[in-house]
């Protein structure tokens, strides 16, 4: 089975940017759907992002669309996060997931199968 690591969060100023980077290892990553989490202290896990393992389509919740932009990199094992226009409310811990299963429009917030112990983002006003 893959494991994840999530890496690349910290303190921003509103406005700033971040990449978040999602490192796998034991298995492939290009066989894999990955979608970015994130949970908010006192609030729910949120689904943020999403890309299909034959690459090329992505899925964004509403609330990160046009900010923040998911893309993976096969041959790096990595999936990427790039968080811009940073607001307070972003602040939360920030999860990869990974699934075999591929993901479409109706079915990419999940359930995933393996998933990384998180990094936090601090967006500061």
């Known amino acids: 089975q893959v494991q994840l690591v999530e890496s690349g969060g910290g303190l921003v100023q509103v406005g700033g940017s971040l990449r978040l980077s999602c490192a796998a290892s034991?298995?492939?990553?290009?066989?894999?759907?990955v979608c970015w989490f994130r949970q908010a202290p006192g609030k729910e896990r949120e689904s943020v992002a999403a890309?299909?393992?034959?690459?090329?389509?992505?899925y964004y919740a509403d609330s990160v669309k046009v900010r923040f932009t998911i893309s993976r990199d096969n041959a790096k094992n990595t999936v990427y996060l790039q968080m811009n226009s940073l607001k307070p409310e972003d602040t939360a811990v920030y999860y990869c997931?990974?699934?075999?299963?591929?993901?479409?429009?109706?079915?990419?917030?999940?359930?995933?199968?393996?998933w990384g112990e998180g990094t936090q983002v601090t967006v500061s006003s």
């Open positions: 997931a990974a699934r075999t299963r591929e993901v479409y429009d109706n079915n990419w917030p999940g359930p995933y199968d393996y």
């Open positions: 034991g298995r492939a990553i290009r066989s894999y759907a």
């Open positions: 890309i299909r393992w034959s690459g090329g389509s992505t």
